[in-house]
């Protein structure tokens, strides 16, 4: 019951997470578009950026952005915050259930540290704070005005983070608090940056007094990183569905790869909506990304070849001792009212019917069982595997 009220739970808060986060990098990627093809002419009054049109949904929009409090600036303003703090509360709800909640199962792996649960979520949460402050201290810094110089040091500084976690935690516990660390400095510049400069530049012309400039250029600059960054952290939010990337033993150099894709991709769009988009920007998007699957097929782990033939009953055994505390139509590990993704193997027919499945998680990659909690050996993996391959024959 309770691990049903769990699962539960888990749907909930995700489905909020999914809404949130879709509404925030819809309203935020809007923004900068609108942002970048304001145009500007003489007709243009004092204090106005620019204007633009567009057409949607059956009639037209006339957009125009003013740099000064507009003669008829109405009572109600709409603000756009709450989607990133959802986001945040929602995400943060989900690593607090699924992995500290879970740590043993989800957040620590003893073949790399053997943590207590209350130290392994200690390190996370000191990851998530000081990947802030870093980032923070640094845009403070006179690193900050230069915008690719910066953008090529944070990446190295997140690459640094995503090798160190995957030595600390299971690969999905490590690059789920990658992505949360991203996630979490895009929301505190809204909520520490963005959303109170905006607060002071209101304030101040609707008094009537000069704004500093360097409010809005700040919170723009923000808002900017944060544009980029959307891309890899959805990659990373999504990575735990990739054993080949996160389970291989380069995981840190592909997720950076994967994210530097992303990062390249962005750029070629806001480029583009800046009326300079180079087409070959996109094609580095793409050529990154296939670099990445190059480098990962290359370096692939071959499973060792074993002598004589495995039988099917030693298999069973493998996949009783390893897998069937959760893979079972009813598990014995407490943390499963049913079997993960509904995937059990208590029959020959249902080994069998997986076994594609199986190869691709317990013996191309370690990424089952979860953690290694059982403590599955490498030559386990093999027999299982060349099994599997015999089979497949
Ligand atoms: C501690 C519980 C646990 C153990 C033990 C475990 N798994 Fe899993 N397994 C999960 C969970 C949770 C998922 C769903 C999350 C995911 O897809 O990564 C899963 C998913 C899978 C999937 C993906 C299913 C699909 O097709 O969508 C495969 C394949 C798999 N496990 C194989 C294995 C094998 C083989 C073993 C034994 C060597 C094993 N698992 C041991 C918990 C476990």
């Given at each position: 019951m309770t691990a049903d009220l769990l699962a539960w739970l888990n749907l909930g808060v995700r489905w909020l997470h999914l809404i949130a986060g879709i509404a925030w990098i819809g309203s935020s990627f809007y923004f900068m578009w609108l942002d970048a093809r304001l145009k500007a002419d003489d007709t243009t009054p004092a204090g106005v950026q620019g204007d633009l049109w567009a057409v949607h949904g059956g009639g037209f929009y006339h957009k125009r952005k003013y740099l000064s409090v507009p003669p008829?600036?109405?009572e109600e303003l709409h603000w756009f915050k709450w989607e990133a703090y959802t986001t945040w509360l929602s995400g943060s709800a989900l690593l607090v259930l699924i992995y500290y909640l879970g740590a043993p199962t989800y957040l620590i792996d003893t073949s790399k540290m053997d943590l207590a649960p209350w130290q392994a979520i200690g390190i996370g949460l000191a990851f998530l704070a000081g990947g802030w402050i870093l980032y923070d201290g640094l845009c403070r810094?006179?690193?900050?005005?230069r915008l690719r110089l910066f953008g090529a040091v944070w990446f190295l500084i997140l690459t640094a983070a995503a090798y160190a976690l995957s030595h600390i935690f299971s690969n999905r516990g490590a690059f789920i608090h990658l992505g949360a660390i991203i996630g979490t400095v895009m929301v505190a510049n809204v909520f520490l940056i963005i959303i109170p400069n905006q607060r002071k530049i209101v304030a101040a012309m609707l008094a009537g007094q000069p704004v500093d400039p360097a409010l809005g250029k700040r919170g723009k600059m923000r808002s900017v990183h944060n544009n980029y960054m959307t891309l890899p952290v959805l990659f990373l939010m999504v990575s735990n569905h990739y054993p080949m990337v996160i389970d291989h033993p380069l995981n840190w150099l592909l997720v950076a790869g994967i994210g530097a894709s992303g990062w390249t991709i962005r750029h070629y769009f806001n480029r583009r909506n800046a009326?300079?988009?180079?087409?070959m920007i996109l094609v580095n998007g793409a050529v990154i990304f296939l670099a990445v699957m190059g480098v990962a097929l290359a370096t692939k782990p071959q499973p060792a070849q074993v002598a004589g033939v495995v039988s099917f009953s030693e298999v069973q055994a493998i996949v009783a001792r390893h897998?069937?505390?959760?893979?079972?139509?009813?598990?014995?590990?407490?943390?499963?009212?049913?079997?993960p993704n509904g995937?059990?193997?208590?029959?020959e027919a249902d080994i069998r019917r997986h076994a594609p499945r199986i190869y691709e998680r317990?013996?191309?990659?370690?990424?089952?069982?979860l953690g290694n909690e059982t403590g599955m050996t490498k030559t386990e993996r093999d027999r299982l595997g060349a099994w599997i391959r015999a089979e497949a024959k």
């Open positions: 008829d600036l109405p810094s006179p690193l900050g005005q009326g300079s988009g180079q087409p897998c069937s505390a959760c893979h079972s139509a009813s598990p014995t590990n407490p943390a499963f009212a049913a079997p995937v059990a193997y208590d029959t317990a013996v191309a990659t370690d990424s089952m069982p």
